[in-house]
């Protein structure tokens, strides 16, 4: 028996090291996590920031949860791959009379000692890894506290207990396989066999990839789509959400499992191709592994796409949150004449260092198409000004787009213009937009998203008009007044008047909205009024954010980091696999006088393929629905994202590469 598992793991054991290495890896993220979670005093820095991070434990838990069952189904799928490889061996072992039960027995040990080789040392990276883990997330939090290795035995026990149970199962799953092998071999040839490009096979791949390309163009305009579906019929817009990822993925997985197989076979019949030698050995490995790997590369896909999504997603938000401060209060105070009032003090005075007034009116204003009078229904409050007050609070705040407007042109200012945009704001042109009490009409010339002085000190929306117009609208004024304090004294400010600070309220009745009364600025609350807070800081704001964002981005770079390396790992598992079936093609080859380099450069020629399809499918998968996200996000930027996608391919990369050099010691 000893003897039986030695050659096995001998034989195996570029493989077997490779699977010991990724569960191990998944092994120290969970004991790292654990470890994190069981350190009440770590915790505790964390959850006395503010009422936000009180639920930081529980959201550890998830992530801890989410992960194991991961890591479960990854070792599962993977152990699958593993055992359907050694079938030929334990075929062989059956042949010459060897009992089903040794066969078994050997399989159950040989999970249980490479079960014991990960746990131990999964535990031990953990160990080293948990001092990084814990840093990140107070960093990222804003929590600055040294943190040292985090040794927890009661997690340690907990994981080897846990994980010796699943390699075990595992080994019963590969002995009861192994009782169940079939004695008649089937021939590499029928598993490979070649898809003909032609017939009805032609057909289904060209209606995969046709399906495919009208699903990625229908996910681009997903928001227009799915709001013009909702105004034609009733739940149109709900079966819309649903159909167009659904047809996405059935149509992917006909691309991969037809399309792209004939494809390669129509390549390998060009003449141009069939004289390149390296050119039609590259073509033939890859078709022979497309049709090997359909399940492996649909699923490393799916995976890819969830991963950057997440990872995209996460960066995207921590991104958005640092913005929509930014977009809320653009300098370090902002105040209402209300909020003057409550705020000026001696104290208050010491502290700025630089004051801007942004005289604006108050006017409700209705939007109407191009020479409608009488609008669509859209009537709600304007915070209007005049263009040279909007440039000059553009030297000072210098994220604000210029704007050049002739007489009776408008530029419109709201929250989420990339939504409205791609709903009912961007069906026309061109837009007019009459306020409703002076009958006064202007033509939108562009929609911006950027407030003066940060959205927060609006009660709505807002509008930039020629001077000329806003000195002639009658309406109540609204002055607005930005501050910048001196270094360090916002977060003192703040503390002393944020338990102070009232609220500002302007109604929104339909008697104001028409135009039978003009709105007025009050310090209580109606059904309909619109509010606003009257004073209002940055840097409470941005702590704020650190925190919540902080700890969603911890979250989300730690469930990327393990599915980065699930869906690498199965894929370079799976070509050093098809790797050793191909040994003797090789060495055949070698034997005619191939040279190495040759051999080499398709080697890697072929690796490249496979991992850029998931790759590539999954980039393009996760951009649009990081898209449709950000429509909602209004903007947020996709700078991370694209940094998020380059360490992605780098990852790739080096598992490629690393899978090259294994292929050729294979």
């Known amino acids: 028996m000893g003897q039986l598992i030695r050659t096995s793991l001998r034989r195996h054991r570029t493989v077997n090291r490779l699977y010991v290495l990724m569960a191990a890896a998944m092994i120290a993220v969970l004991y790292a996590v654990l470890a994190l979670i069981e350190d009440d005093r770590l915790l505790a820095h964390t959850i006395d920031v503010n009422d936000l991070t009180a639920v930081v434990p529980a959201l550890l838990v998830i992530v801890l949860v989410v992960i194991l069952l991961f890591a479960i189904v990854f070792l599962l799928y993977m152990n699958s791959i593993l055992i359907e490889w050694r079938t030929a061996s334990i075929r062989v072992y059956r042949r010459l009379g060897m009992p089903v039960s040794r066969i078994g027995l050997g399989l159950l ?64 799953i590969n002995a009861i396989y192994a009782g169940n092998v079939e004695m008649t071999a089937e021939s590499a040839a029928n598993r490979t066999s070649r898809i003909p490009a032609s017939g009805w096979r032609t057909l289904v791949a060209w209606a995969g990839a046709v399906v495919l390309v009208l699903s990625y163009a229908a996910a681009y305009n997903l928001v227009h789509l799915t709001y013009l579906m909702a105004q034609r019929y009733h739940g149109g817009g709900v079966w819309t959400l649903l159909a167009v990822p659904a047809l996405g993925v059935l149509s992917l997985y006909v691309v991969f499992k037809v399309s792209l197989p004939a494809l390669f076979v129509w390549l390998m019949k060009r003449p141009k191709l069939r004289r390149n030698a390296a050119a039609l050995m590259t073509v033939t490995n890859v078709h022979k592994r497309l049709l090997r790997n359909v399940h492996s590369l649909f699923l490393t896909t799916l995976l890819a796409t969830i991963t950057i999504t997440v990872l995209g997603s996460g960066a995207i938000l921590y991104q958005f949150g640092q913005r929509s401060v930014t977009r809320s209060v653009a300098l370090d105070m902002v105040a209402s004449s209300t909020g003057v009032k409550q705020a000026f003090s001696k104290d208050t005075a010491a502290v700025i260092k630089r004051a801007v007034v942004l005289p604006t009116k108050l006017a409700a204003g209705r939007l109407s198409e191009p020479n409608h009078a009488t609008g669509d229904g859209d009537e709600t409050i304007y915070n209007v000004m005049a263009l040279s007050d909007y440039t000059r609070i553009r030297r000072v705040q210098k994220g604000l787009p210029a704007l050049t407007l002739g007489p009776h042109q408008a530029a419109m200012i709201l929250f989420g213009r990339t939504l409205y945009q791609h709903t009912w704001l961007g069906k026309r042109q061109h837009w007019g937009l009459t306020l409703t009490r002076t009958h006064q009409r202007f033509a939108v010339k562009t929609v911006t998203g950027t407030f003066p002085l940060g959205d927060s000190a609006y009660f709505d929306r807002a509008l930039v008009i020629p001077d000329r117009d806003f000195r002639q609208l009658l309406a109540p004024a609204d002055p607005l007044t930005g501050y910048l304090l001196k270094q360090g004294q916002s977060g003192q400010a703040a503390k002393q008047l944020n338990d102070g600070v009232g609220e500002d309220y302007v109604g929104g009745s339909a008697a104001i909205l028409t135009g039978k009364k003009a709105p007025r600025v009050k310090a209580t609350a109606g059904a309909a009024d619109f509010g606003r807070r009257a004073v209002q800081f940055k840097a409470p704001l941005m702590g704020e954010m650190n925190v919540l964002f902080g700890m969603g981005l911890f ?88 940094v998020i996608v380059a360490v992605y391919i780098l990852v790739y990369l080096a598992f490629g590469i690393l899978t090259v050099r294994l292929t050729a010691r294979t």
């Open 555 to 642: 979250i989300v770079i730690l469930l990327g980091a393990v599915f980065i390396v699930a869906t690498a790992s199965i894929l370079m598992i799976k070509q050093l696999m098809l790797a050793a079936e191909d040994h003797q093609a090789r060495t055949i080859l070698r034997q005619l006088g191939m040279p190495q380099p040759l051999e080499q450069r398709v080697a890697a020629a072929q690796t490249a393929v496979i991992f850029a399809l998931p790759l590539a499918f999954g980039t393009l998968n996760s951009a649009l629905m990081i898209r449709y996200l950000s429509m909602f996000l209004n903007d947020p930027g996709v700078f991370l994202v694209i």
């Open 109 to 172: 040990l040989e999970s249980l000692l490479l079960g014991a080789a990960a746990t131990v040392l999964g535990i031990g990276l953990g160990w080293v890894f948990s001092k990084f883990l814990a840093m990140m997330l107070l960093r990222l939090m804003g929590v600055h506290k040294a943190v040292g290795l985090l040794w927890a035995p009661r997690a340690a026990v907990e994981l080897a207990v846990l994980f010796l149970v699943v390699y075990a199962v595992l080994g019963t």
